[in-house]
């Protein structure tokens, strides 16, 4: 399921928010990352690609990706299990999060 609600995420993204967007798409996984990418390039040309970033759910990880962020979306589930580090990292660096 996670990786179902983010992936219809990164179409919403895709699909409607301004191509000029900089934006990217992170996940442990980096050629699930990839396939994502490609196919969402196949959606929509015309915008701006996604950074592709891989990261585990570690404190030095994702405090290295808050920093480079303004706003972390979160899809990973179940969020009881895996939220915290990501809720703590933007806390830490003043980054603003959202999860579904």
């Known amino acids: 399921m996670r990786r179902y609600t983010g992936k219809l995420c990164a179409q919403h993204i895709t699909t409607h928010l301004p191509t ?3 934006w990217a798409a992170a996940g442990r996984n980096a050629t699930k990352l990839r396939k994502l990418v490609d196919r969402l390039r196949d959606m929509n040309r015309d915008r701006l690609q996604p950074d592709v970033l891989t ?3 570690n404190k030095a990880e ?3 990706l ?3 962020t303004k706003v972390l979306l979160n899809t990973v589930g179940p969020y009881h299990v895996y939220s915290t580090p990501v809720v703590e990292a933007c806390a ?8 579904v």
């Open 20 to 22: 000029n967007l900089k």
């Open 55 to 57: 990261v585990q759910l």
């Open 62 to 64: 994702l405090d290295t």
């Open 66 to 68: 808050a920093k480079k």
């Open 92 to 99: 830490t660096n003043g980054t603003h999060y959202l999860d």
